[in-house]
């Protein structure tokens, strides 16, 4: 196919109509892609649509998955540099097309060189109007919400970015079928208090007011990521909140050690094998602090908090947690939903949730979250 000589570029702040996906800074020039499920869309005419990427990295690489009227077309690993992808060609040129652009990995806190920025768009079309969903929805979560281990087969257990995806997991699937945008904040190993291995720094309620605070190094402060967060600017009608398993998996994993204080920290297990009283209690009120910072920045919204994917030893703590903040907040817009535990026949890579694990997830979910929605 010959050379268009009709494609035109478009910085992405001269685009009207353009609809940003995950949290992020106001620059569009360019757009930085922080989170799992961040993206652009566009409905466009034309016969051709490419993007102008920008990315770099030390250890994992960024994936982008591209969406034409809801359809995958093409799942592509990126490599660092500057350059142009082509989205679509050959199309019905007076046709519209919804496209969407998303990325496929986490805000990868372990390789601060991670970026992913879009700078332009070109095309020999016309920028329609994107309307409007009727709900908001902001999921909150660790590597099951970042879609570790739906991609891969269930032999794969290699720590790596293709594993990851966010247009096959659970929180995209439950936004699709309510007809909802969404926004994931999600790291995987991380918890409510602690990570898996005791880390006290890796919990996601330390940074939820920025933009992205739990990246690392200078290059993610020039690109805005230590920002507080524009709450103002999107408010999420519901906030499910997917945290616990990492908390869990620290009572049964090894003491970790801060080498800069010599300080160390670890969840404790009693001699019957039931978690420690004190250390459980931790767990609670951190979890009861997260849910006042929650309601702070997210008046309206109904908190779901949803858990279970990969067992549920931190449930009642979770319920304790939930009953002592509705009972001194008095709030009632907060509930708890069991999702469905992950099985032999609905694993993925990694020994974590695969693509059956999070349709099941999101089906349940959904039917839960259509009964709120319509209150």
Known sequence: MKDNENLKIYNLADIGHLKVHGRTTNNRSP??????????????????????????YDLYEPWIHMLVNSAPVSRRMLTAGRYWVCVFRGLNENAAKNVRVLREIQAMSGDP???LQIHAVKTDGAFLPVPEKPYKIEFIGDSITSGEGIIGDKAETEWISMWFSAVDNYAALTADALDADFRILSQSGWGVLTSWDNNPNANLPRYYEQVCGLLAGEKN???????????????????????????????????WKDEVTGKVYKQRLNEDGSFNEEDASNFEKAAERFLHTLRQNNQHAHIVWAYGMLG????PAIYRAVEAYTRKAGDRKVSIFQLPNTNEETVGSRSHPGALSHQQ????????????LAK
């Open 31 to 56: 757009l930085t892609l922080f989170w799992t499920g961040s993206g652009i869309e566009l409905n466009v005419t034309g016969s051709e649509l490419w993007i102008e990427v920008e990315c770099d």
């Open 113 to 115: 060189a991670c970026s």
């Open 221 to 255: 402060e020039e690109l805005g990521a230590f920002e507080p967060n524009d709450f103002g600017a999107w408010q999420p009608d519901v906030v499910v909140v997917n945290l616990g398993s990492n908390d869990g998996g620290a009572f049964v994993s090894p003491e």
């Open 312 to 315: 549920m030893p931190m449930m």
């Open 361 to 372: 997830a999101a089906r349940e979910l959904t039917g839960y979250l259509k009964g709120i």
